[in-house]
């Protein structure tokens, strides 16, 4: 997720960085404070450097209130990504026509840059937007929130599509009410809950049959409508042997 900025910083083997390495974290910290952000003077580096040192971490938290970042009680991947953010914005600075150069393939860059690698999905923020969207869209939330977060998708997509927003403007006929209570569809379930949540299936799926029909009725109908009165050409035809 953090590939396009460590290339355009010059960092070294961006493809193979793990952040749940801790080595390999603390290592890209420093190689950022010596190339890149340079905040502390060099001698001040040292208990940055020691990345072995047990004391690191405290060093880190120190250096993390000395750049006024916002998320000194984020993940070490929201860490990274403020840090890296910071260095492109300093390296942009000190050398604004290594980025400007060719304005054309940086804008093709900036395109191809999906916003979504950055987020965490797992965080507890992502994991709340995703519970509020489902309220307002009232979409049962599901245990595992990605899951919510899939039938949200599938709400939107055929909700707010561009055909069905114009077709939410045209006035409906909002039919009759349907009392399940006055209906046997055939099943003899002892349990009412039970018993309603099956009639609903079984309403739901009737509908989609009937509109299945509909459909094929249409088909039908084009259909005829080229075959009824189709065009002879004369010229074609051929009468005995």
């Not at 390999?24 to 020691?50: A, C, G, M, P």
């Not at 979504?116 to 509020?132: A, E, I, P």
């Not at 899951?147 to 939410?168: D, H, M, W, Y």
């Not at 009410?177 to 009737?206: E, H, W």
Request: a negative charge; hydrophobic letters at 35%; proline letters at 5%.
């Amino acid at each position: 997720m953090f590939k396009r900025k460590l290339q355009a910083l010059g960092f070294p083997n961006p493809d193979t960085l793990n952040t749940a390495d801790e080595k390999q974290f603390r290592s890209t910290i420093v190689w950022l404070e010596d190339q890149k952000i340079r905040r502390y003077k060099i001698e001040d580096r040292e208990h940055l450097r020691n990345i072995t040192a047990t004391e690191w971490n405290q060093a880190f938290e120190q250096y993390m209130n000395d750049l006024d970042c916002p998320f000194t009680n984020g993940t070490r991947p929201e860490v990274l990504d403020w840090l890296l953010g910071l260095a492109v914005q300093l390296e942009f600075n000190e050398k604004p026509e290594s980025y400007t150069a060719n304005p054309k393939s940086q804008e093709q860059a900036y395109q191809k840059i999906n916003p979504l690698d950055n987020l965490d999905f797992n965080s507890d923020d992502f994991k709340t937007g995703v519970n509020q969207l489902a309220n307002i869209l009232q979409v049962p939330q599901h245990s595992n929130h990605l899951v919510t977060l899939e039938g949200i998708c599938n709400i939107i997509e055929e909700k707010f599509n561009q055909n069905a927003l114009k077709e939410s403007l045209k006035a409906k006929n909002p039919g009759n009410p349907v009392q399940f209570d006055n209906i046997n569809f055939g099943l003899d379930i002892k349990s009412t809950s039970l018993a309603s949540a099956a009639n609903i299936l079984r309403y739901l799926f009737i509908h989609d049959l009937r509109d299945l029909q509909t459909k094929i009725n249409e088909c039908l109908v084009s259909v005829q409508a080229l075959t009824a009165n189709p065009k002879t050409d004369t010229k074609l035809g051929k009468v005995g042997y």
